[in-house]
């Protein structure tokens, strides 16, 4: 969707503090609005979308706290880097060979 705004413009707000039992979301995040849109359907008691506008393409949702989460993840070591990039060169030259 074209909607003029920068990427840089398109931002997602998360927001929430202690009292209250809401998570709020505002996003143009397309792939964060499609999982929130179909959570809120499937979980309407749970995930509301409360506004939307087309114009800049933002949505914006309240979702119970605890049903929101963020993963925090560690970086690879720089052995199970090489692991990985070994494996990721065998498999691509496994493909290779059968495509030839």
Same mark, same amino acid.
């Given at each position: 969707m074209r909607t003029g705004l920068t !990427?840089? =413009?398109k931002t997602t707000d998360i927001w929430f503090?202690? !009292?209250d039992p809401l998570i709020h979301i505002r996003t143009h995040n397309t792939a964060l609005k499609k999982r929130l849109l179909a959570y809120s359907r499937r979980y309407?008691? #749970?995930c509301q979308q409360t506004d939307a506008d087309p114009e800049t393409g933002?949505? =914006?949702f309240d979702i119970e706290k605890g049903r929101f989460s963020f993963r925090l993840t560690a970086p690879y070591s720089e052995e199970r880097r090489a692991v990985c990039q070994r494996e990721q060169r065998r498999r691509q030259a496994e #493909?290779?060979?059968k495509c030839s």
């Open positions: !990427k840089q =413009e503090d202690e !009292k309407p008691a #749970i933002c949505m =914006e #493909i290779e060979w």
